[in-house]
């Protein structure tokens, strides 16, 4: 315990500066200069790029997959939902094509969507 007591006192006089002359000094704020506002705008393009690359890959995954599948002949096929960024498995009858089972279902993908939708409005950083 003294050694941080001892460090702080330190610490508090090496940050005190005291003007020979004993004239008070005027201390002000840092602003937030031109350069910060630069990083933020520049971060924003950045993470909007990464996201546009996580999609594209995502997509090519996706047609990878169903390519595999379709070698394997099985009634198996995945998909990417933009709207919810969520991947979907759908299992197809392969003579008629008609989708049997679709995990999550449409109605949970739909519901997602506008549960997102609606914390979109109530964390809208804009408004």
């Not at 005190?16 to 506002?37: C, I, L």
């Amino acid at each position: 315990m003294e050694i941080f007591s001892a460090v702080g006192k330190q610490m508090d006089a090496a940050t005190t500066v005291k003007p020979s002359s004993g004239a008070a000094v005027e201390t002000r704020q840092v602003e937030k200069t031109d350069v910060q506002r630069e990083v933020t705008s520049d971060s924003r393009s950045q993470n909007a790029q990464d996201k546009k690359e996580i999609q594209q890959q995502l997509n090519e995954t996706v047609r990878n997959l169903n390519e595999h599948m379709e070698s394997l002949n099985t009634n198996i096929s995945f998909g990417f939902n933009d709207k919810i960024e969520s991947l979907y498995v759908s299992v197809m009858e392969k003579s008629s094509g008609k989708t049997i089972r679709k995990i999550p279902t449409e109605e949970a993908m739909k519901l997602s969507e506008h549960f997102r939708e609606i914390i979109g409005l109530i964390f809208d950083k804009k408004g």
